[in-house]
């Protein structure tokens, strides 16, 4: 079948993607029709899916649940959340930690009683936790132990009460463990869920400096679960298997990016819920600890930043190993280079090289291609995921341009973000009657395939993380000898991009790159931190507006040797 053909029939044959139309504030959206109504509600819904609940579901260094199990400790912190702290619908917790099992377990438990996961960049200094935990306004704070240390200045001038999990627990208000074994909740607790009710805020860097907190839907993100499952049936009828094709491994994800960005927490562990897939966690990146994760668990679905990929696949080639296991490479966070690609489907033969691109705002649901449709064009981004999103390229003044034509991308679906927290006219700049403006410029071809060329928004994306070039500036301008700054993208083979910087000093003053990270340190996560520095006692270079000229700036210091 062609790739129109294949949603044709998967929407008209399989009841799990009929769809149908629903009206949100106004605004008319395609939507599916069958889809659980909330996330609880999908975690329950899918334990049948998940051997009625036996079949092994999370695993982490030697510690294993079963589905049954970790549903069971969802409730029970659930009911602590609710019993014993008094909270409900519309609480907000944040999370704080790194890829612990408990932050899975958190994220559906504060959901279980409509309250709203605030999850927090692992990475940030106190100040920058100080800023999410002001603007967001959770109280409550379930981290382990190196995120407690960054927030102790902050718990007694907040109000703030946490509950430490693993290394953190002796640093808490509460120990997590203590609070889950000494509750017998018995039944899942029924909350009245509404499908547009908020179930997550997450930290995005935007152009304005400071991260804005963007408000997931519970409605959003199943739309986007749904939408990446339908992909999985439309495959093999775009491209069937051959006659001596080995028959699928069971599904089993290998979780290597951050569950604070939704690469991980969307795309992998809300995926896994109703897919069903086995979820492994990895406690820190290591290409050859990946490669025995996917070896042992028969990890099928692997997904990372490129770097990760990359890293894997170098590490494949210097052991000789095979992991016949996996069927899906996939890249998130960050362009994959094009020269990468073929290398992959080379050394993965029996694996889909996959890529896509999505944004906090969309549930990280928009564009992607794999198998050879990616191949046959490793600098494109791919297809919009059907069946629900619809997808405009605009020019400056908002008027759809010519298949072909450069334009900024503007994609709507229930998927999309209800708002940016605390801010309204940010909000309403980029979410117009139903249709968000990513800021990403690309072209749309006669087939569907979206090429991405460039970013509208002064955003650094540093091996999947990203950056505001506003707020590195912001942080360099307290620096008493920095008279102006300008920080740019510089090219990276392993990261893809990092932070350069322009500085215009006070005259006499001096600078050397390791006094600037020293002073920056307090301020920014380290990997904000400028890698390149370039330092001058002359302005910085002007566009005819007397603007600072990023663009200009960045082409001379990139000329010149750091």
């Given at each position: 079948?062609?790739f ?98 408990e ?22 200094t ?76 997450i ?40 006659p ?17 960005h ?28 990946a ?49 990468q ?17 999505g ?126 700054a ?12 990092i ?36 330092c ?27």
């Open positions: 079948m062609t129109e053909q294949a949603v044709q029939h998967v929407e008209s044959n399989n009841p799990m993607f009929r769809t149908t139309s629903v009206t949100l504030r106004g605004i008319t959206y395609k939507a599916f029709r069958n889809c659980p109504r909330n996330l609880p509600e999908m975690m329950r819904s899918s334990r049948e899916k998940h051997g009625n609940g036996a079949a092994d579901y999370l695993v982490y260094r030697d510690e294993r649940w079963c589905y049954d199990a970790f549903c069971n400790d969802v409730n029970k912190m659930a009911h602590v959340l609710r019993d014993r702290f008094g909270l409900s619908k519309g609480s907000r917790v944040a999370i704080a930690m790194r890829n612990y099992p932050f899975l377990v958190m994220m559906l438990a504060i959901s279980s009683i409509g309250g709203v996961a605030v999850l927090l960049n692992a990475w940030w106190t100040e920058e936790f100080e800023y999410a935990l002001q603007d967001s306004g959770a109280k409550f704070v379930v981290a382990d132990g190196p995120r407690l240390e960054r927030l102790q200045p902050l718990t007694a001038p907040l109000s703030l009460t946490t509950i430490g999990v693993r290394d953190g627990e002796a640093l808490a208000s509460h120990a997590y463990t203590a609070l889950r074994d000494g509750i017998s909740p018995g039944t899942m607790l029924e909350t009245g869920i509404e499908p547009d009710d908020d179930f997550a805020i930290y995005s860097s935007g152009t304005t400096g400071k991260p804005k907190g963007v408000v997931q839907t519970h409605r959003g993100a199943i739309t986007a679960v749904y939408s990446w499952l339908m992909q999985v049936a439309i495959g093999p009828l775009v491209t069937p298997p051959g001596d094709t080995p028959l699928m491994p069971p599904a089993s994800v290998l979780i290597v990016t951050p569950l604070f939704v690469t991980a927490s969307h795309t992998q562990f809300l995926y896994s819920l109703a897919a069903p897939a086995k979820v492994t966690l990895l406690h820190k990146w290591d290409p050859h600890e490669m025995r994760l996917i070896k042992e668990e028969n990890v099928t679905r692997f997904l990372g930043v490129p770097t990760q990929s990359a890293e894997l696949m170098a590490a494949i080639r210097d052991t000789g190993e095979t992991l016949p296991s996996l069927r899906y490479i996939g890249a998130g966070g960050a362009k994959r280079p094009a020269a690609v073929a290398k992959l489907a080379e050394t993965f033969p029996m694996a889909n090289v996959a890529t896509g691109w944004m906090t705002e969309t549930n990280a649901l928009g564009i992607g291609m794999m198998g050879n449709a990616y191949k046959e064009r490793p600098n494109a981004a791919g297809r919009l995921y059907p069946p629900v999103q619809e997808i405009r390229i605009l020019d400056d003044d908002g008027h759809e341009v010519p298949t072909g034509t450069l334009g900024e991308i503007t994609v709507k679906s229930l998927a999309n973000m209800r708002c940016y927290l605390n801010k309204p006219e940010e909000t309403a700049a980029i979410l117009k009657d139903g249709w968000l403006s990513t800021g990403d410029l690309g072209m749309i071809d006669e087939e569907g395939f979206v090429t991405i060329l460039d970013r509208k928004k002064h955003i650094i994306i540093r091996g999947g993380e990203n950056i505001s070039c506003l707020e590195v500036e912001g942080a360099l301008h307290r620096h008493p000898d920095v008279i102006e300008c920080a740019f993208s510089v090219p990276d083979e392993r990261l893809g991009e932070v350069g910087i322009a500085v215009h000093l006070r005259d006499g003053a001096s600078l050397t790159h390791a006094e600037m990270a020293d002073f920056l340190k307090d301020h920014l996560a380290r990997f904000k931190i400028p890698e390149k520095s370039w001058q006692h002359e302005p910085l270079l002007r566009g005819t507006t007397d603007k600072t000229d990023r663009r200009a700036i960045r082409a001379a210091c990139l000329g010149q040797t750091s």
